[in-house]
């Protein structure tokens, strides 16, 4: 009746922010944090969570948000396209020239980026990476919505809805061009 899950994801997870802190960077080398009253979190956030999924990135990561001005997350994709994985983003123009956004970055560190041109927003907030897990829900890729703002994030293993979201990606790449 049911095919099962692959064993080493859910076909579904959620996230949810704010959360309290943002993660240690010392959390996750050998010798830890060692920093006495450090602020940072030393556990499991949504903020660890995200990235470490963008992180499981080996062939592609296609990026389709309204703004990214979280340093953390520009980061790990910028460390991710370093890696070799053909990484690209699609964006909104007013958010592109705002004060903190990451897009400029990415141009240059030579990420492929296109912006939408257009007095509407470009208000999509997903990512597919190897073309079966997708990144979708309300979360704004900002250190706002980290930190402050009541956001989720579904995490879908699912080749077919990964699937329709990058015909939507491969639509607005050539109109944006």
Do not use: Y
């Not at 939408?116 to 979708?136: C, E, P, Q, R, V």
């Amino acid at each position: 009746c049911c095919q099962s899950a692959p064993a080493t994801a859910a076909p579904i997870r959620t996230l949810f922010f704010p959360d309290r802190a943002l993660p240690c960077k010392f959390l996750d080398t050998p010798q830890g944090c060692r920093r006495k009253n450090c602020k940072f979190a030393h556990e499991p956030t949504s903020l660890s969570q995200l990235l470490a999924v963008l992180n499981s990135a080996r062939s592609s990561l296609d990026v389709c948000v309204f703004t990214i001005t979280c340093d953390e997350i520009a980061n790990t994709i910028i460390s991710i396209a370093k890696r070799g994985v053909a990484v690209r983003v699609i964006s909104d123009d007013q958010q592109a020239v705002a004060l903190g956004s990451d897009i400029a970055r990415f141009r240059t560190e030579g990420i492929p980026v296109r912006l939408d041109k257009s007095a509407a927003h470009m208000h999509h907030k997903f990512a597919i990476i190897d073309h079966h897990t997708l990144l979708n829900g309300s979360f704004n890729w900002s250190r706002q919505a980290v930190l402050g703002n009541n956001e989720n994030v579904l995490i879908i293993h699912d080749r077919q809805t990964a699937a329709r979201f990058e015909t939507e990606f491969a639509r607005l790449w050539q109109l944006f061009s």
